[in-house]
């Protein structure tokens, strides 16, 4: 079903598309139809031509790349903040990495065409997806020095909160095979990791759930790639 403007705007989750001015959403609205995100969907492939671009309400997409070897490795992620699809305001038409959905949720789909069109006729619409394009970069490098810097213990009380700022709550349904790939450990290092964190009381972890219950703990373990990226989430975004 299609968005509709005036009172539904209320029901808009994603902060990206909330943050447009009314003259911008009005345009976008009527091309805007509401999705599931469903576990391990992909959503574009690496080098596959880009069909449309998602604006998650709930939910989580992770970025991966994939290896020779059938493996991958997590680059990004993306939730309620941003959208699918930074290649469009950069002007490509096939997909950087490979989007897969790693927490199932809802999204607003639009249509490549009808968003190519509406951001090549309104440059603040431009400019406003690109700022979030910039973010994600920034995002991507900053994952790529964290994976080469940092202990597995820091990369994954990062990679939890990341989780947990993207979906709004504490209750991150991952399992440890998922937790694994996007770390790019084998799983028996996911599974200490994990213990470590929880015997330290700052996670509950059970199959196929885990729990925050020390935010502030967390932080602590955490390296500062959490803060870095969030921190310029919060000054290119607000």
């Known amino acids: 079903m299609a968005a509709q403007t005036g009172a539904a705007s209320s029901t808009i989750q994603n902060q990206l598309l909330s943050r447009l001015p009314a003259k911008q959403l009005d345009r976008l609205f009527p091309h805007l139809h509401s999705v599931p995100l469903q576990l391990r969907e992909t959503l574009h492939e690496r080098g596959g031509r880009l069909e449309h671009a998602y604006f998650p309400q709930s939910g989580m997409v992770s970025f991966v790349v994939p290896l020779e070897d059938g493996g991958s490795v997590e680059v990004g992620t993306v939730g309620r903040e941003g959208f699918v699809g930074i290649e469009f305001p950069l002007g490509a038409e096939v997909g950087l990495q490979h989007a897969m959905v790693q927490v199932e949720g809802q999204a607003l789909r639009?249509?490549?065409?009808?968003?190519?069109?509406?951001?090549?006729?309104?440059?603040?619409?431009?400019?406003?997806?690109?700022?979030?394009?910039?973010?994600?970069?920034?995002?991507?490098?900053?994952?790529?020095?964290?994976?080469?810097?940092?202990?597995?213990?820091?990369?994954?009380?990062?990679?939890?909160?990341?989780?947990?700022?993207?979906?709004?709550?504490?209750?991150?349904?991952?399992?440890?095979?998922?937790?694994?790939?996007?770390?790019?450990?084998?799983?028996?290092?996911?599974?200490?990791?994990?213990?470590?964190?929880?015997?330290?009381?700052?996670?509950?972890?059970?199959?196929?759930?885990?729990?925050?219950?020390?935010?502030?703990?967390?932080?602590?373990?955490?390296?500062?790639?959490?803060?870095?990226?969030?921190a310029k989430e919060e000054v290119l975004l607000n």
């Open 110 to 230: 639009i249509e490549a065409r009808k968003l190519e069109a509406a951001i090549e006729d309104d440059t603040a619409l431009r400019l406003h997806l690109a700022r979030y394009a910039q973010c994600f970069h920034f995002q991507v490098a900053q994952t790529a020095a964290c994976n080469a810097g940092h202990t597995l213990e820091q990369r994954l009380a990062r990679w939890l909160l990341l989780a947990r700022h993207r979906i709004g709550s504490d209750e991150l349904p991952l399992t440890h095979e998922f937790l694994s790939m996007m770390l790019a450990v084998r799983r028996a290092g996911v599974t200490v990791a994990t213990g470590t964190l929880q015997q330290a009381g700052l996670v509950r972890n059970r199959r196929g759930h885990v729990t925050v219950l020390n935010v502030a703990g967390l932080e602590e373990v955490s390296c500062e790639c959490y803060r870095l990226i969030t």
